[in-house]
């Protein structure tokens, strides 16, 4: 049981170039979450999926697109790499939207020069 | 703009102390939820406490809930070196669908 992984643990970017950070989870949970967390600070939310099918804007979603690819599996993309996006990135998923555990991979550090 | 608050930002005690950190939120909430993080690592989760709770316990964790105050604690008892860590809270929000976190309070528990 891997729990949530993500995929890759490190990746250094130039300004412009484009991505995709791989999320997936093995516990069967129907919601699934991106957030960054910049240094000193909190997660902020990018993006999340309530529910197979469903996605919506968090509170930083700017300059990234997602796709909930099946119930497992939900990526994060960078169009356009900013300076400005390098953080971690972390993926969550949870039983049910917003009233149970969220339960995390270990991030991928992005770097954008 | 952010849902949750923690207070202190940093605390630094002796092995053996209680912890205590604050949370304190701004709009209705169902539940709140405290996280752990450790250097360099994912969140992990510690407690989930419902709205109509006002105390639930996990081992050497207590954590209370004043929804009058819109605000929580979260108490570790007997702190231990492990224990050093970042700790958030974290609310729902926007119709409940997603969880917004706090800047957190970093804890270093000295040996």
């Known amino acids: 049981n891997a729990g949530v992984t993500q995929t890759p643990k490190f990746q250094v970017l130039k300004t412009g170039q484009s991505m995709t950070l791989q999320c997936a989870q093995d516990?069967?949970?129907?919601?699934m979450y991106w957030y960054r967390q910049d240094p000193g600070m909190g997660l902020r939310l990018i993006y999340y999926?309530?529910?197979?099918?469903?996605?919506d804007k968090g509170e930083v979603p700017n300059g990234y697109n997602v796709s909930r690819l099946n119930k497992r599996e939900f990526s994060l993309r960078l169009e356009s790499a900013a300076p400005s996006q390098t953080s971690v990135y972390f993926c969550?998923?949870?039983?049910?939207?917003?009233?149970?555990?969220?339960?995390f991979g270990n991030g991928t550090r992005l770097t954008v020069t | 703009s952010q849902q949750g608050e923690e207070d202190p930002q940093a605390l630094s005690i002796q092995e053996g102390e209680n912890a205590t950190m604050n949370c304190s939120y701004k709009?209705?909430?169902?539940?709140l939820q405290w996280y752990r993080q450790n250097s360099g690592r994912g969140l992990v989760h510690l407690i989930l406490?419902?709205?109509?709770?006002r105390e639930k316990h996990s081992g050497r964790l207590r954590v209370t809930l004043d929804t009058s105050k819109k605000s929580s604690s979260l108490l570790i008892t007997a702190s231990r070196a492990a224990d050093t860590a970042s700790y958030f809270c974290?609310?729902?929000?926007?119709?409940?669908?997603?969880?917004?976190f706090g800047a957190g309070t970093r804890l270093a528990v000295h040996p």
């Open positions: 516990m069967n949970h129907n919601s």
């Open positions: 969550a998923s949870s039983e049910a939207p917003g009233n149970s555990p969220l339960h």
């Open positions: 974290a609310t729902p929000s926007g119709g409940y669908n997603k969880l917004i």
């Open positions: 406490i419902r709205s109509n709770e």
């Open positions: 709009t209705s909430i169902n539940n």
């Open positions: 999926s309530a529910s197979e099918g469903t996605t």
